[in-house]
């Protein structure tokens, strides 16, 4: 199974996560399927690939909690049913 979710990266006290479609079974540094996205906390910065992200969705990726608020900030899950609109 394919999750959506924070990779560590930076130096101590000044953590930026890349977001990672990556298998489940991975550890949190392991390796990835594919970089989706960039989220800095510090500078509250945010950059997804909205489309790459819509394809792992649509395939059954599931998103962790603070991935969730990201996409849900981002608006990206309105893009998401309307897609789903689409495809049904």
């Known amino acids: 199974m394919v ?3 924070l990779k560590r990266c ?14 489940v079974r991975s550890r949190r540094e392991g390796k990835d ?4 996205g960039f989220y800095d906390p510090m500078k509250n ?5 909205v489309p790459v992200i819509l394809y792992f969705l649509e395939k059954g990726a599931q998103p962790t909690g603070t991935v969730q608020n990201l996409l ?3 608006e990206v899950f309105k893009e998401f049913s309307s897609n789903q609109m689409k495809f049904n």
Request: charged share 40%; aromatic share 6%; net charge positive.
């Open 33 to 36: 399927l594919r970089k989706v």
């Open 72 to 74: 849900k900030k981002a």
């Open 3 to 5: 999750k959506l979710r």
């Open 45 to 49: 910065q945010t950059y997804l690939n």
């Open 10 to 23: 930076g130096r101590k006290q000044r953590a930026v996560y890349r977001i990672v479609a990556i298998d």
